[in-house]
């Protein structure tokens, strides 16, 4: 099996998952199996449409916007754990906090991918692997000649 079709097969028992599920819960819930069908079958596509948009994202970038997604969402969540809007309405809150959410997290994700990569390291020490490379080929040769003062670059 190539790989281009490997591929295009997982995404489409996906995409059948996906409407399973909605089919199952959706009969258990309302006993009409077809709206949690439609509905798992969109949300399947939808999830296909984002693994293809995401096609030239590399993996430093993508862990770089999640973790910074994370810290923002953990920042708001600081901020939300505050008494500020306690005397507001439940709707005035709900928005609000949503509001931060979205910032925070959308903002965490923006610094962390612009980031360089020392930065980055800053925040979460990680080995990286770098290539070795030697200048310049290894000698051999004789302790006379290390010992000779005419041969200066040894």
Known sequence: MTPLLTINLLRVLFVT?????????SSALSGNLWPGLVLGLVLGLVVVLIDRLLKGVSLRLFSSATFGLLLGLIFANLLMASQLLRYQSETMQWSVRLIVYAVFGYLGMMLAMRSSRDEFSLII????????????????????VIIDGRIADL
């Open 125 to 144: 020490p990680y080995v990286r692997f770098a290539r070795e490379t030697t200048q310049h080929e290894p000698l051999v040769v004789d302790t006379n």
């Open 17 to 25: 998952f996906c409407a399973a599920i909605g089919a199952n819960i």
